[in-house]
């Protein structure tokens, strides 16, 4: 890895960007953007890509970052290239065993990012994403919301916040939110600051149904942790489960109907969320032998409680089946260990987690 | 005492086993329903999943024990020391932990709805996603605030709770959710709050020195009289948010959105308002001396008797600026 780093320094060192580069580089490890010539001076380049390389990130979410940092600039369109390329060499250099994905990630921010002030052409889609919102009923709330997301600051004045265009913001907004996931926490965060909560919630229905559009990598399923729930928006007359793997090209859903901690609070309301986690571990993980909890525990106590409540809207398309599931894995939990969880505990778990959930199934 | 005569003697009604000597002893999964294990030391043992509601452990020495998945509902811990014990998804709700060491402990997931936390050390405690609704931190009763320093409140629910005067230095506080909380004369300096929802949160007269407030929501929040020091508030939202008399002397105000903010008599020199969004903003009597207000927003902001030595107004649009 050391040797990499420096050749790629080096060859960093010989080209005619190699400031921007650097403050590129810098500004993606430290999280901070700097002027100061003696402090880039300071660090060598290879320093920099070690330390890249050793945060363990992937090549996407680096480049993601990298385009995120770009958009934040006066000088975008001249950082754009740079990164680009910064993105190229490390995919060569550092990350070789990345480069097929990376191929696909720049060549998809090739044709959707858009910079402000760069030359280009929009993509089709996000000129039919632009198409569908100006013609919504909330088409101002919605041009606010995007702004919002993209400027970090929220804007009452049409004069200010229709500078930019909906064609503008819609791909500086794709690139800012690597996956739907942060893209709704941060939708929910700008609501809750909000006095119209229930008609901004529609309205970021509205925004996450359509930029669902431009994830559509399946991965995005899996990572899809918080504050939203999903489902296959497929034959509305068919029960039959759809499983996730087949169903990456399908047009989804996206609801942003609960709060999660006031999901948790009601299902840990006079409960004990270690025994909550510990039946939804085997709910969610039926490969681990419920005979060996010890050696389970380490698993069960490094999940999120709350990432836990997602992943069961993730793996149950309704109601029915998940209370089926919870109750059968419940009686089989407390008939093996009763002395930490009793058939009436259980029971009462299970009860608590389909009456809190019920409401966002049915608001289906 | 040997832990299988304690239980013979429980099981026989009896619950009072205060000043006992029961380091290491093993206790997970057993139901001890009201003991009282006041002035008992309890170092290292394990209660994991067990049944602990309305117990008393006041004044007893539980460091390094294993509370994990226990169910505390209603349990004392009066001046106990809980110093790097796992009490991760423990059911607390009701507790009393008034004056308690929980430094370093573990509540990851735990449920401290209602408890009492007046006087309790968190020092580096970790408490991301402990639910904390109803929970209070003020006594008049006890003799030292709360302290959360360098606890981790990462994603942990605070909306509404009262903060006040509580030591929550160094600690990590990203994405947490404080709507409506009060943090009045809080000390919040080194703090990192990235991304947190403060909106309509109170702020007066806390330290905030340093603090880490990169992209929160600061919605009309009230930050009067507050120390904002070398605070790094890159793009903020304070729209419409109290800060009169406030001290961001040296603080990063970059591309906040401060658009109706009230920042009358605040000192800001050496401030960073460069990109900021200050329209209508008033910054009366405001200390501006040496800021940097390059590129930002000030039309029909209200300058008047500011002071704007040194001022840097590189492309600053100042429409119908009153002076």
């Known amino acids: 890895m050391a040797s990499n780093a420096n050749c790629f320094a080096y060859d960093l060192e010989s080209e005619q960007e190699v400031i921007m580069s650097k403050k590129l580089l810098f500004a993606v490890c430290r999280d901070y953007w700097e002027n100061d010539q003696d402090t880039l001076c300071a660090i060598q380049t290879s320093e920099l890509l070690t330390?890249?390389?050793?945060?363990?990130?992937?090549?996407?979410?680096?480049?993601?970052?990298?385009?995120?940092?770009?958009?934040?600039?006066n000088k975008r369109e001249k950082y754009y290239p740079v990164a680009k390329k910064l993105i190229w060499k490390l995919s060569d250099e550092l990350y070789d065993s990345q480069i097929k994905s990376l191929q696909d990630q720049v060549s998809s921010c090739e044709t959707q990012q858009s910079p402000m002030n760069a030359p280009s052409t929009h993509h089709p889609l996000i000129l039919e994403i632009a198409k569908i919102f100006e013609q919504d009923d909330n088409a101002q709330r919605i041009h606010k919301m995007l702004f919002a997301l993209s400027q970090k600051c929220w804007e009452n004045n049409p004069d200010i916040f229709t500078k930019y265009s909906l064609e503008e913001l819609i791909p500086q907004v794709r690139y800012a939110h690597p996956t739907l996931e942060r893209l709704s926490i941060n939708l929910l965060k700008i609501i809750k600051g909000l006095n119209k909560q229930g008609i901004y919630t529609q309205v970021a229905q509205t925004i996450i149904r359509q930029f669902s559009k431009l994830?559509?990598?399946?991965?995005?399923?899996?990572?899809?942790?918080?504050?939203?729930?999903?489902?296959q928006e497929s034959d509305s007359k068919s029960t039959q489960t759809i499983p996730l793997a087949q169903s990456s090209k399908e047009p989804r859903k996206y609801y942003l109907n609960y709060n999660p901690y006031q999901l948790r609070q009601q299902i840990i309301h006079n409960r004990n969320p270690l025994r909550v986690k510990s039946l939804l571990f085997y709910v969610l993980h039926p490969e681990y032998e419920m005979e060996k909890q010890e050696e389970n525990?380490?698993?069960?106590?490094?999940?999120?409680?709350?990432?836990?409540?997602?992943?069961?809207?993730?793996?149950?398309?309704?109601?029915?089946?998940?209370?089926?599931?919870?109750?059968?894995?419940?009686?089989?939990?407390?008939?093996?260990?009763?002395?930490?969880?009793?058939?009436e505990d259980s029971l009462d778990i299970v009860q608590a987690i389909v009456a809190s959930m019920k409401p966002i199934y049915h608001s289906q | 005492m040997e832990v299988s005569n304690l239980l013979q003697a429980y099981a026989q009604g009896q619950i009072d086993f205060r000043q006992q000597n029961l380091p290491q002893s093993n206790f997970s999964g057993v139901n001890l329903f009201g003991i009282n294990f006041s002035h008992t030391n309890l170092k290292g043992a394990n209660f994991t999943f067990a049944s602990l509601n309305q117990a008393n452990f006041n004044y007893s020495h539980c460091q390094q024990t294993q509370f994990r998945g226990a169910d505390l509902k209603q349990a004392s811990f009066y001046q106990t020391n809980l110093g790097e014990s796992d009490l991760h998804g423990a059911l607390l709700q009701g507790a009393n932990l008034t004056e308690s060491i929980l430094t370093l402990a573990n509540l990851v997931d735990s449920n401290l709805m209602e408890t009492h936390l007046a006087g309790v050390d968190f020092g580096e405690a970790d408490l991301s996603?402990?639910?904390?609704l109803g929970a209070v931190f003020q006594d008049a009763s006890t003799?030292?605030?709360?302290?959360?320093?360098?606890?981790?409140?990462?994603?942990?629910?605070?909306?509404?709770?009262?903060?006040?005067?509580?030591?929550?230095?160094?600690?990590?506080?990203?994405?947490?959710?404080?709507v409506n909380a009060c943090f009045q004369t809080a000390d919040l300096e080194g703090a990192n709050l990235y991304q947190a929802n403060l909106f309509a949160t109170n702020f007066r007269n806390a330290n905030l020195k340093r603090a880490n407030l990169r992209n929160a929501n600061l919605e009309q929040a009230d930050l009067t009289g507050a120390d904002l020091k070398e605070a790094d508030l890159r793009g903020a939202c304070l729209h419409q948010a109290q800060l009169f008399q406030v001290i961001c002397n040296g603080a990063n105000l970059s591309q906040v959105n401060l658009h109706q903010g009230k920042m009358r008599e605040a000192q800001c020199q050496g401030t960073d308002f460069s990109q900021a969004h200050l329209s209508e903003?008033?910054?009366?009597?405001?200390?501006?001396?040496?800021?940097?207000?390059?590129?930002?927003?000030?039309?029909?902001?209200?300058?008047?008797?500011?002071?704007?030595?040194?001022?840097?107004?590189?492309n600053v649009k100042l429409d119908r600026v009153r002076f």
């Open chain 1, 51 to 73: 330390e890249l390389h050793q945060s363990q990130r992937s090549l996407n979410e680096i480049s993601c970052h990298l385009y995120q940092i770009v958009n934040g600039l």
């Open chain 1, 215 to 231: 994830y559509e990598q399946k991965n995005d399923l899996y990572k899809l942790r918080s504050f939203v729930k999903f489902s």
């Open chain 1, 297 to 343: 525990n380490f698993l069960i106590q490094s999940d999120e409680l709350d990432d836990m409540l997602l992943q069961l809207f993730q793996k149950f398309t309704t109601v029915q089946e998940l209370q089926s599931q919870l109750e059968s894995t419940a009686l089989r939990f407390a008939a093996i260990y009763p002395n930490i969880l009793n058939v």
């Open chain 2, 129 to 132: 996603g402990a639910c904390l």
């Open chain 2, 143 to 178: 003799r030292h605030p709360t302290q959360l320093k360098k606890a981790i409140l990462q994603g942990t629910d605070l909306e509404g709770l009262s903060l006040k005067g509580v030591d929550l230095s160094e600690a990590t506080l990203v994405e947490a959710n404080a």
């Open chain 2, 281 to 314: 903003t008033n910054l009366r009597q405001a200390n501006l001396a040496e800021a940097n207000f390059s590129n930002a927003n000030l039309n029909d902001a209200d300058l008047r008797d500011a002071n704007l030595n040194q001022t840097n107004w590189t």
